[in-house]
């Protein structure tokens, strides 16, 4: 998948993954800023967004992250297994500016977490991964969050918890909210496919 976007954007030999930043427009050769803003959706020149189900929370979330979705962390060694090396020297590169001025954050078992990338720095294969997760055929991702509801009075914020992220079609199968609006700058269509139900 990371080779087929790459030739798809004109990218073959570039050392690092096409990301959202790229999509949006962003200058390719701007230095990497700790927590950079997201660009307005109306500027960007093409705007992706993608479906994922948080399993383990029960929950579903648009890719690029909102504002209010929380902080996430990955284990290095697990999406090794799941992300070509260039993907992850490039996460690495983005983690340790982000992790830059916070303290490092361990899992459950004390494996050391790295930041997930702000929006703009993701790469897409990471989303379009995320997103096409399904059982048995391509394994869920894991990534890490820290769960507030376990926190009690008067103690530290929790260790980071394992969340899995699977198929955003679990959760949100048609979501025409992506194109949808109050004044809506064009019409929105959905097609079904399969006859009403009697």
Not at 152 to 175: A, C, H, L, T, Y
Request: glycine share 8%; with cysteine; charged share 20%.
């Amino acid at each position: 998948l990371t080779g087929f976007f790459d030739s798809l954007a004109g990218r073959s030999d570039s050392t690092r993954p096409l990301t959202f930043g790229d999509l949006w427009g962003e200058p390719e050769n701007d230095a990497i800023v700790a927590s950079a803003p997201d660009r307005p959706g109306r500027q960007r020149e093409v705007d992706l967004q993608v479906m994922t189900t948080a399993v383990s929370q029960q929950m579903c979330f648009a890719i690029p992250l909102r504002d209010n979705a929380g902080q996430f962390y990955y284990d290095r060694a697990e999406w090794a297994r799941l992300f070509p090396a260039r993907v992850m020297l490039w996460l690495d590169a983005v983690s340790a500016i982000e992790d830059g001025g916070h303290p490092p954050q361990h899992g459950a078992l004390g494996q050391l977490l790295r930041r997930l990338p702000p929006n703009r720095y993701l790469p897409v294969v990471v989303a379009v991964r995320m997103s096409l997760s399904f059982p048995v055929l391509l394994s869920a991702v894991p990534l890490y969050a820290h769960d507030f509801s376990l926190r009690k009075e008067g103690q530290p914020v929790p260790p980071p918890k394992r969340v899995w992220f699977s198929d955003g079609g679990i959760s949100s199968n048609m979501p025409l909210h992506f194109f949808d609006a109050p004044l809506p700058g064009r019409p929105t269509f959905a097609i079904g496919l399969k006859g009403e139900h009697p």
